[in-house]
């Protein structure tokens, strides 16, 4: 199952193709270094093709990138996928994390605090915005959880468990089809 969209805002220029059925390949290039590297974790672990091309306004900061590419993206799996759970416990080193989905119901919570303010290229307080808009664009409920560890091995314990929870939710969508 493939799909995609394109956003254009006065701020953003976003274009998302996800495959579903894909082998977890990405093509990432949002200008923010963090999100792009989170966004080819979550391709990896998920299993899922995916492209991101974004263009924004990074002078004044990441957040209207990291949001429109959430809306995005969150848009595309919306379309996608419409029934399942999964979830996923996840190390990175000295970090550990969690992340559960539930396709069809929109929602958000996260247990995750973070020492620094930013991470390549990212307000890390973004994050969270980031997984809030895209669970609610996906219309899914998402709890994250993250502790120990430093910001970087939060961030990818996060990412991989993200992906995985989503490609669990998906296949657990297809068993109810």
Do not use: C
Not at 104 to 109: D, E, F, L, S
């Amino acid at each position: 199952m493939r799909a995609s969209l394109r956003r254009d805002t006065s701020e953003t220029e976003v274009e998302v193709i996800l495959d579903l059925e894909g082998s977890g390949s990405s093509e990432v290039d949002t200008g923010v270094p963090l999100l792009d590297e989170m966004l080819k974790i979550v391709a990896g672990a998920s299993r899922f093709d995916i492209v991101v091309r974004a263009k924004g306004d990074l002078p004044t900061g990441d957040h209207h990138t990291v949001e429109d590419v959430a809306i995005t993206l969150g848009s595309v799996i919306a379309k996608l996928a419409k029934v399942g759970m999964g979830s996923s416990v996840v190390p990175s080193g000295e970090a550990l994390a969690f992340a559960a989905v539930r396709l069809g119901a929109p929602g958000y919570r996260n247990d995750i605090t973070f020492s620094g303010a930013s991470l390549e290229g990212m307000q890390l307080e973004n994050l969270s915005h980031f997984m809030r808009t895209l669970a609610y664009n996906g219309r899914f409920t998402l709890h994250l959880g993250a502790s120990g560890g430093g910001d970087w091995q939060k961030v990818e314990a996060i990412s991989l468990s993200l992906g995985q929870a989503l490609r669990r939710a998906v296949r657990d969508g297809e068993k109810q089809n």
